[in-house]
């Protein structure tokens, strides 16, 4: 009865999505300097969210060059011909607004979130620093200044943590020989000898209309947005310097299983893990569905089977859980962890994990957990929509990666035609015996292997 009713409830709340649908879907066009534009009504409250996605980001640098597209985006809220050092950000802070701005390897972008009254300023305070940012040799100027906070946030936030200096060990011998491979902050002697003059052809080469998408989520409407994108972003004048083919590339199987351990006295608790070669939404967007169903039901959270067993019956585990990187443009891991209960070792935990992985890989998943972990994944989705931000980075990440509008709208549709077999067989061609993977392991102490 209860599964009756949940069901019948998800299906009523679908349904009003849809009907739904028409008010909040985006509109898009093009400004004639080439400058893609997405706008996503939300009318709830007088707030927008303004956001411009730029197509570059750590798998466009050139040999030697790893974390100039994150060291830039740093240097791109300093100081520009018509704004004062640190006043762009003072300029949205005094106006009641929140900004920010992140890097990935497939693009970066930046944001403002404000009230609607003052989108105009945030377009043109976007537009300035697209075209008239200032750099220069000065040793106190802002590439060399933010080079250096650049250095000491890879102290931080890598160098300091045993478990990010892990990872970017497994994914540096994951994705060996593909772009993807050195961590979007990039190599520390690399960033160290990273010049003005980098920078300058950096920017010259990408930062253009033509290379740009211009998200714009709230209070608005389309003629609003096109209004004020014509007056801001319209004149600036495309430089037709940004390559038209990126340096993605298909992610290579992996030739061999390798052992990556990294020991270190600031843990607590170990972790095991094994990297897996999964699938890219971008590039196999059905594989890609069926494996995050299949991974769900495998360890998307406690009601999962490998939770069940492991840390529930067994108590072998205190934690685990599967999950895959697919929302890149190139093919990410596929990922089964677990933290071992105190007294067990991780040979015991890893025989745990893999009894039951194999357990699924022959037995299969029941229509029942299909269903439900589909209709997760859909109302996740849905429900997606009630965050303004939320959408606006939904879609602009994946446009920049040359995805559609439409296949977001379609997305919760698309997830809920995964079959069983489909899931089976996504997490069966992933995790199949005869597939090479990275195990980590991470542990107290001292020393790597």
């Not at 993807?180 to 990408?206: N, R, S, W």
């Not at 310097?241 to 270190?264: F, G, Y």
Request: glycine content about 8%.
């Amino acid at each position: 009865m209860k599964r009756t009713l949940a069901a019948g409830l998800f299906a009523l709340f679908a349904s009003n999505a849809m009907a739904e649908e028409a008010a909040w879907a985006p509109s898009t066009f093009t400004l004639s300097n080439g400058m893609e534009v997405v706008v996503i009504p939300d009318h709830r409250a007088p707030v927008v969210t303004h956001m411009v996605w730029y197509k570059v980001g750590a798998v466009d640098e050139a040999p030697g060059k790893s974390g100039i597209a994150h060291l830039f985006e740093h240097v791109m809220f300093k100081q520009t011909k018509n704004i004062g050092p640190e006043e762009f950000t003072s300029i949205v802070q005094r106006s009641g607004g929140q900004l920010n701005a992140f890097t990935s390897w497939d693009y970066t972008a930046y944001y403002e979130r404000v009230a609607k009254p003052q989108l105009g300023k945030m377009m043109e305070l976007e537009a300035e620093r697209m075209v008239n940012l200032l750099i220069d040799d000065d040793p106190k100027g802002p590439f060399i200044s933010e080079r250096d906070v650049v250095k000491e946030e890879r102290r931080q936030r890598i160098d300091n943590n045993p478990n990010v200096i892990l990872q970017e060990k497994v994914l540096g011998a994951f994705w060996k020989g593909h772009p993807y491979e050195i961590t979007v902050i990039g190599k520390m002697d690399e960033v160290a000898a990273l010049t003005p003059q980098d920078g300058l052809e950096f920017y010259h080469q990408y930062y253009s209309p033509e290379n740009a998408i211009l998200v714009v989520a709230g209070d608005v409407t389309p003629d609003e947005v096109r209004t004020l994108a014509e007056a801001n972003y319209g004149a600036i004048q495309p430089t037709g310097t940004a390559k038209s083919e990126r340096k993605w590339q298909l992610v290579a199987p992996l030739t061999e299983t390798q052992l990556i351990v990294h020991s270190d006295p600031k843990v607590r608790q170990p972790v095991w893990s094994r990297y897996y070669l999964g699938y890219s939404q971008r590039r196999q967007p059905e594989n890609a569905l069926a494996l995050d169903v299949g991974l769900e039901i495998l360890g998307g959270g406690m009601t999962s089977r490998l939770y069940q067993s492991l840390v529930e019956q067994q108590q072998v585990a205190i934690s685990a859980n599967t999950y895959a990187w697919t929302t890149l443009h190139d093919e990410g891991p596929a990922v089964i962890s677990a933290s071992p209960a105190p007294g067990i070792d991780l040979d015991t935990l890893e025989t745990a994990v893999m009894t039951e992985v194999e357990k699924v890989l022959a037995e299969g998943f029941t229509e029942e957990e299909v269903v439900r972990a589909r209709n997760k994944l859909a109302a996740d989705a849905i429900y997606g929509r009630d965050s303004q931000s939320g959408m606006a980075n939904t879609f602009g990440s994946w446009l920049a990666i040359g995805g559609s509008v439409d296949d977001i709208l379609t997305y919760p549709d698309q997830v809920r035609a995964v079959t069983p077999e489909a899931a089976l067989a996504a997490v069966r061609s992933v995790f199949a015996p005869e597939k090479h993977y990275i195990e980590a392991q991470l542990l107290p102490g001292e020393g790597d292997l």
